[in-house]
């Protein structure tokens, strides 16, 4: 298990109401304090409410949550987990010079800014080929349909990659 693994939360059945709570709690506009069992008291600052904030409502919709420093070395089996890809893929790009790494011995190690970085920019790009293809289908008068929308948001994200969007696509439009 990679230390990544470690410090992801995932979310429960029973932890969903509480969540619903913490989120109207930390929304809020008023101020939020943390009551410890000893009677000592500390206000949550701003950037802690945000985290949070942003935590409970990744673990409401049923996302896991991991919390990583960005300037921690990864392995190339952790910056392959992350990316969603196979080591020898994630290989291919640092070797590529796609993403930068150093040598710690024989081993490479890539910094965690940098695998956001990179990740970062290819969910850019297949932004941009989303936008460009539903603006073509536009253009020639397809209706662009909420099926198509969950598609493009799933392989925005990461969740499919380019062949299973083709596939769908066709599928939808009876091409395939």
């Known amino acids: 298990m990679s230390t990544i693994d470690e410090h992801t939360i995932l979310p429960t059945l029973e932890s969903l109401d509480v969540l619903d709570e913490i989120g109207e709690l930390l929304a809020g506009s008023g101020h939020v304090s943390l009551h410890a069992d000893n009677g000592l008291v500390v206000d949550l600052p701003d950037q802690l409410r945000r985290l949070l904030d942003t935590a409970a409502r ?10 990583v420093d960005r300037a921690r070395m990864l392995s190339t089996q952790e910056a392959a987990d992350i990316l969603g890809v196979s080591r020898p893929t994630l ?4 070797e590529s010079g796609q993403i930068p790494f150093t040598k710690v011995n024989s081993y490479r190690k890539v910094a965690m ?3 956001i970085a990179y990740r970062t920019l290819r969910r850019a790009e297949r932004q941009r080929i989303v936008e460009e293809a539903m603006h073509s289908n536009e253009m020639e008068g397809l209706q662009v349909t909420d099926a198509a929308r969950a598609d493009a948001v799933a392989f925005v994200s990461g969740k499919i990659d380019e062949d299973e969007l083709v596939r769908l696509t066709r599928a939808r439009y009876g091409l395939g």
Do not use: E, Q, Y
């Open 58 to 67: 990744s673990l409401r919709t049923g996302s896991s949550v991991t919390i």
């Open 113 to 115: 800014l940098d695998v």
């Open 91 to 94: 290989v291919k790009l640092l």
